[in-house]
């Protein structure tokens, strides 16, 4: 027998039946498809056949069937049902109430957990708008340095630019003035 069909016969989850395998033994590596151990099955077995052995009996079957023969024994008779009929009604209400207790916690888990989550996701994105930001920032700053830099660049190099123009005519007009002074002496010069 593999363990899916092990797991239908005990009306058990085929995943809790494999993860139960895998506790008692580690060693193998199981699936739903795996073959139950034999000891595991004659276990089973020997359980089941005792199970089938004994008759099944529910409180109210236990009150024994008399002749009423007064109305007072059928009054206390009928109480006696019914207080074991209560029982009855009342474990059954307290499982499904456990039940219930257990599916109330497991949702109000599952949302919290949500909430957390949504939590985290949100405080994340805020955090990462603001190194964005400030990223953006940072690069922001950088550029209007690299601006001013590039405009005071320029403006070094056209005052550079203006002085060498100046001083070029500056030597132009000394260079004007030698060449007549030296053409003037050369006519001066008689021989």
């Not at 008692?24 to 199981?30: G, H, I, L, R, V």
């Not at 056949?49 to 109210?60: A, I």
């Amino acid at each position: 027998m593999i363990v899916k069909e092990f797991a239908q016969a005990l009306n058990k989850v085929p995943g809790k039946v494999v993860d139960e395998l895998r506790r008692q033994y580690p060693e193998q590596k199981w699936t739903v498809d795996s073959l139950v151990p034999e000891e595991i099955l004659a276990r089973f077995q020997d359980i089941t056949n005792s199970e089938r052995l004994q008759p099944q009996q529910s409180p109210v079957a236990d009150i024994p069937k008399a002749t009423i023969t007064k109305a007072d024994e059928a009054i206390q008779q009928a109480s006696y049902k019914l207080t074991a009929a209560d029982k009855e009604i009342i474990s059954g209400a307290i499982a499904v109430q456990n039940e219930q207790s257990k599916i109330l916690g497991a949702s109000t888990g599952v949302t919290g957990a949500l909430l957390f989550m949504e939590s985290l996701i949100g405080a994340k994105g805020t955090v990462l708008d603001a190194f964005a930001e400030q990223s953006m920032l940072e690069v922001d700053n950088q550029i209007t340095e690299i601006d001013h830099s590039l405009i005071n660049l320029a403006e070094e190099a056209s005052t550079r630019l203006g002085e060498s123009i100046r001083k070029k005519e500056q030597l132009k007009v000394r260079l004007n003035s030698l060449r007549e002074r030296v053409s003037s002496m050369g006519t001066q010069i008689r021989f």
